[in-house]
Structures are given as structure tokens and as C-alpha cells.
């Protein structure tokens, strides 16, 4: 009996230890085989002027809401000027340089100071988890042209000088000289003054 029961104790004890490694290497949510997420949007090395529509592209996996556990999807994560390694299963940082996408959004409006600027896609767990292995996307870097600003600058000054030029237009601070209805020549023609000089006297 007692020998029997050790056996059992050290088959367990064995089971165990054999399953530990796995056990310890799942780190979470396993992402789906060939899973790659990818800016469709802007283009590595791209020039952009000003606020710029990034779009996000995912193959292999499913886009989500975070809080959907639903199998093989996640949600969308922009990585701006960050250099540090996702981690299988780390939790995806929430600041100014790591944005959730958590209502399932595959593209965004963003602005950026002027400058380089690198940008990075990572697709997110529903508890905001890397999956295991990280789903990344290649990073890319992007300039943001300082002209953006001085063109809309420039644009806001045209603009405002066109609506002056037109409310002087509609409201001249001067009043304008009456031009006669009746030019000078026409009041002196013979004709008329002796058609007025007869209805006035009552001659026909
Ligand atoms: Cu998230």
C-alpha cells in the first residue's frame, strides 16, 4: 500500500516537473501563426506636412474592441519615438508615446512637432498584453515638415485679409460721390425743356 502510494506521488512529482518548463514559457495570449501588423500608412522615410492619417494593417488576426476575448484578435497600439522591446505577455505601457486603439480604430489622426519621429504598430491582447510572440510591426520613421505650420499660417493670413477686403467692400468708410442719373447734356437738350416748359402752362 505504502509502496503504491509513493509511486503515485513520484508519477505526479514526474508529470510535473515535465510540464513546468511549458507552463512557465506561456506568456500571454498566444497570437495566431503568420500574424503581422504593418503601417499601410505613412511609408517609412515619408515627409508629412502638418496632422497626418495613420492607418493601421493587420493580416492573419483579427481586429477587436480590448475587453473582446474573442480567439485570434486584439487591438491596434502606436509606438512614437519608443526603443524599448515588447516582451511576450509585458503589459503595453499608457502614455503619450504608446496610444490604445481600444475601440478597435485601424487608422488615426495624428500630430507630431516637427522633427523625425519613429513609429511602431503593436497589436494588443484584450487586457492590453503583448501576445506571445510580440505581434509588432516593423519600425518606421517618419519627418514632419516645419512648413506645415508656416503654410497654415500663411493660408490664416490670406483669409483674414480677404474677409477685410471684402467687409470694406461691403462697408466703405467713405461714402461714394451720387453719380448723376441724368447726365448733363440730356438736362439741356432744347427738346426736353420745351416739352416741360408746355405741361407745366398747360399748352399742347
Ligand atoms: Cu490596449
Not at 116 to 131: A, E, I, P, R, S
Request: glycine share 8%.
Amino acid at each position: 500500500m505504502l509502496r503504491t502510494t509513493s509511486s503515485r506521488f513520484c508519477l505526479i512529482l514526474t508529470l510535473s516537473l515535465a510540464l513546468a518548463p511549458s507552463l512557465l514559457s506561456a506568456k500571454g495570449t498566444k497570437a495566431a501563426k503568420d500574424a503581422r501588423v504593418y503601417f499601410i500608412s505613412p511609408a517609412d522615410g515619408e515627409t508629412v506636412s502638418g496632422p497626418f492619417i495613420c492607418r493601421f494593417g493587420l493580416r492573419n488576426m483579427g481586429v477587436t474592441h480590448a475587453g473582446d476575448d474573442f480567439a485570434g484578435s486584439g487591438h491596434h497600439h502606436l509606438l512614437i519615438d519608443v526603443d524599448e522591446t515588447m516582451q511576450a505577455g509585458e503589459a503595453i505601457p499608457r502614455d503619450k508615446k504608446h496610444i490604445h486603439y481600444a475601440a478597435g480604430e485601424t487608422e488615426a489622426r495624428i500630430e507630431l512637432p516637427p522633427g523625425k519621429h519613429t513609429l511602431q504598430l503593436v497589436l494588443g491582447d484584450t487586457k492590453h498584453l503583448n501576445f506571445d510572440p510580440p505581434v509588432v510591426s516593423e519600425k518606421i520613421m517618419i519627418t514632419v515638415g516645419k512648413s506645415s505650420g508656416e503654410e497654415q499660417a500663411r493660408a490664416t493670413r490670406s483669409t483674414n485679409e480677404r474677409r477685410k477686403l471684402m467687409e470694406r467692400a461691403a462697408a466703405p468708410s467713405e461714402p461714394l460721390p451720387l453719380q448723376p442719373a441724368v447726365t448733363p447734356e440730356m438736362t439741356k437738350s432744347p427738346e426736353s425743356s420745351d416739352f416741360i416748359s408746355r405741361v407745366f402752362s398747360g399748352a399742347r
